[in-house]
């Protein structure tokens, strides 16, 4: 059982206003959030292009919260030094965009880093299951990658179940994290019944609806209570 006292909100500021960027990641700061989620895309694994090393680094210095940067990188490799600066972040990359998974797993934790690894919606759990055991993260794309403001996929949600098996049942320390569409509703309790660990929300919490401390506060109430299977 998992109860909601270990489940961790993760704000992407993808979707905060980058014209006030350092307040947005401050707010949300103070509003209790646990991470700050930085998507990173590359223009090829995915369509778009985010920010690069530079914004990171003024992201990191608006918060004392660990960053949990997620890499839409192809073949990221060459480029985990610029995003390895901080021992407290955490680094995640895509198990469809490494060539040797395996290798560059090592290469974060070598660096000292809490490491991750994503899967896409179309992806099987197969393609993480062998380096699991390493892992601190394994973070399930609950929409295909490369924007944020789309709809939660629901069918995502078995493989977090699966995931959350296999790690209970081999007793591995693994958290199970879940981005994109996720919202103070149905998609936050379900992905928390499943198993999940770590919600990502993007508009759900940076939008102009309502100021982020009672977007968080929405989150935060509506996964009170709300036990995994
Ligand atoms: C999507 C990104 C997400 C995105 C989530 O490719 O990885 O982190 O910012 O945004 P929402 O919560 O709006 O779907
Ligand atoms: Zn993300």
């Not at 469809?96 to 560059?104: F, G, I, Q, V, W």
């Not at 379900?190 to 968080?216: K, Y």
């Given at each position: 059982m998992v109860s909601e006292a270990y489940i961790q909100i993760a704000p992407s500021v993808?979707?905060?206003?980058f014209s006030n960027l350092g307040q947005q990641v401050r707010d949300v700061t103070d509003a209790g959030a646990d991470l700050i989620h930085v998507d990173i895309m590359d223009?090829?694994?995915?369509p778009s292009i985010s920010f690069g090393e530079v914004v990171v680094d003024a992201i990191r210095k608006s918060t004392h919260l660990p960053l949990n940067i997620h890499l839409m990188v192809l073949e990221p490799d060459n480029l985990l030094p610029s995003f390895m600066?901080?021992?407290?972040d955490q680094i995640i990359v895509h198990a469809e965009a490494c060539r040797d998974l395996h290798r560059t797993v090592t290469q974060i934790k070598d660096g000292g880093h809490q490491v991750g690894v994503a899967i896409n919606?179309?992806?099987?759990i197969s393609a993480v299951e062998e380096v699991l055991p390493q892992l601190d993260i394994v973070l399930v794309m609950?929409?295909?990658?490369?924007?944020?403001?789309q709809s939660f996929i629901p069918e995502t949600m078995d493989k977090v179940k699966r995931l959350r098996e296999i790690i209970r049942s081999e007793g591995y320390a693994t958290q199970i994290e879940v981005d994109g569409g996720?919202?103070?509703d149905w998609t936050a309790q379900d992905s928390v019944r499943a198993g999940a660990t770590i919600l990502v929300a993007g508009t759900a919490i940076f939008?102009?609806?309502?100021?982020v401390s009672q977007s968080m506060e929405r989150m935060r109430g509506c996964i009170h209570g709300v036990i995994s299977t």
């Amino acid at each position: 059982m998992v109860s909601e006292a270990y489940i961790q909100i993760a704000p992407s500021v993808l979707a905060a206003d980058f014209s006030n960027l350092g307040q947005q990641v401050r707010d949300v700061t103070d509003a209790g959030a646990d991470l700050i989620h930085v998507d990173i895309m590359d223009g090829q694994f995915v369509p778009s292009i985010s920010f690069g090393e530079v914004v990171v680094d003024a992201i990191r210095k608006s918060t004392h919260l660990p960053l949990n940067i997620h890499l839409m990188v192809l073949e990221p490799d060459n480029l985990l030094p610029s995003f390895m600066k901080a021992p407290t972040d955490q680094i995640i990359v895509h198990a469809e965009a490494c060539r040797d998974l395996h290798r560059t797993v090592t290469q974060i934790k070598d660096g000292g880093h809490q490491v991750g690894v994503a899967i896409n919606p179309d992806t099987s759990i197969s393609a993480v299951e062998e380096v699991l055991p390493q892992l601190d993260i394994v973070l399930v794309m609950t929409v295909n990658p490369g924007f944020g403001g789309q709809s939660f996929i629901p069918e995502t949600m078995d493989k977090v179940k699966r995931l959350r098996e296999i790690i209970r049942s081999e007793g591995y320390a693994t958290q199970i994290e879940v981005d994109g569409g996720v919202k103070a509703d149905w998609t936050a309790q379900d992905s928390v019944r499943a198993g999940a660990t770590i919600l990502v929300a993007g508009t759900a919490i940076f939008n102009n609806q309502e100021p982020v401390s009672q977007s968080m506060e929405r989150m935060r109430g509506c996964i009170h209570g709300v036990i995994s299977t």
